[in-house]
């Protein structure tokens, strides 16, 4: 009976044994094998947020306060958003060359900028550059040489030398080899002391003239080029026609000038002949001051006006074009005598008359204008008068 008792209790304890023992050796392994399985999300984590943030060089096309866009080295477009006001650096504008740490954003074809930095505008590498023996120009000549080929694909994007630079216009040597005439409509757009032999990049518009642009951004990339030694033959001059029309830009755009003028009045009739100055801009890009004296002569009236008139130029037409409309007013100063018989006329004899004028034009860029004007409240003045000149 006892070794029967005996067999009993150790029959349950080794069928306890056995079913306790596998829930231990789950329960290790199970420990065992949590840390590895933890591992992998971990992993996973790493990569995508590799995926996420991405860094990428290109050239701004258009900015503005929470968006900006570039074109990337492989001609691509891509939108970025500043998440943060900060991030965007001050004066970035159109043209600039820019490297950008971004993140995936929910929308595709969108990255959210966390790191924006402008690239320091370096001058084109000469050819032969690559062959030279220090290690820093080499090791920056693949990101110019980048840019210089994106550049041409850029609207409006030239590189080149200055050959000559006034108040409105400057004439660039290209990298071909070619003369390029640009203007400068607005004045913040000449870099302060721009010189002949500067090398600079320019963003430009189209004029209504062929070969001639309209700058709108002007960037300096060596202020001290001067040309290689045995090339200066190889340098054809500017066309005589780029030149012409660099000349008459600048004297359009002198402060002062002075001209003659003639033509012919009507009621009563009169052959009349005077000189004008040209003052300004004044207040405005457009608006001149234009004083001028008129002689009249004719068969029963002879008259001399001073004209103390100012002239607009309509916004209609760029305003170097070859020609541009105008519109003006003034008081007119005339002494005007009437009579049958001149041999004994002294200015004693002429009256005193105050008028208002009024008139229009159409000018030329080389300087010839035409121009019809009316007075009002003169007695003895001409109604109408037609005037041709030129303006030196």
Do not use: C
Request: aromatic share 8%.
């Amino acid at each position: 009976m006892r070794l029967f008792r005996a067999f009993l209790v150790s029959s349950l304890l080794a069928v306890n044994f056995a079913i306790n023992a596998p829930a231990q050796t789950s329960n290790e392994s199970d420990q065992a094998q949590q840390p590895s399985s933890s591992a992998p999300p971990h992993t996973s984590n790493e990569s995508e947020k590799g995926q996420q943030s991405s860094t990428s060089e290109g050239i701004v096309e258009s900015v503005g306060p929470q968006t900006m866009l570039v074109k990337t080295e492989d001609n691509q477009s891509h939108l970025f958003i500043f998440d943060n006001p900060t991030v965007q650096p001050r004066g970035l504008t159109a043209g600039n060359r820019v490297r950008i740490l971004s993140n995936l954003t929910d929308e595709a074809g969108v990255r959210k900028a966390t790191r924006v930095t402008i690239l320091d505008a370096a001058a084109t590498p000469e050819p032969g550059a690559q062959n030279s023996t220090h290690q820093q120009p080499s090791s920056t000549a693949p990101s110019e040489t980048s840019s210089q080929t994106n550049q041409p694909q850029q609207p409006g994007s030239n590189e080149g030398t200055v050959e000559s630079v006034g108040r409105q216009t400057m004439l660039v040597r290209t990298e071909d080899n070619q003369s390029h005439l640009f203007i400068f409509d607005n004045p913040t757009v000449r870099p302060k002391g721009l010189t002949a032999g500067t090398r600079i990049r320019i963003i430009s518009d189209p004029t209504d003239e062929a070969g001639v642009r309209r700058a709108t951004r002007v960037t300096v990339l060596d202020a001290a080029a001067t040309p290689r030694s045995g090339t200066a033959q190889d340098i054809a001059p500017p066309p005589k026609e780029l030149t012409s029309v660099q000349r008459e830009i600048e004297r359009q755009a002198r402060r002062w000038a002075l001209g003659f003028r003639m033509g012919a009045g009507l009621d009563p009739e009169v052959f009349l002949i005077g000189v004008h100055a040209g003052i300004g801009p004044l207040f405005t890009r457009d608006f001149y001051f234009r004083p001028n004296v008129e002689f009249a002569f004719g068969e029963l009236t002879d008259m001399v006006a001073l004209n103390l008139e100012a002239a607009y130029r309509l916004p209609i037409t760029f305003r170097h074009g070859r020609w541009s409309a105008y519109v003006g007013a003034g008081p007119g100063l005339n002494f005007v005598h009437t009579g049958v018989d001149n041999s004994d006329v002294s200015f004693s004899n002429f009256n005193y008359e105050t008028g208002f004028n009024l008139f229009t034009g159409i000018r030329f860029r080389r300087g010839t204008f035409g121009e019809v004007k009316t007075s009002l409240w003169a007695g003895g003045v001409p109604t109408l008068r037609i005037i041709l000149g030129h303006t030196f």
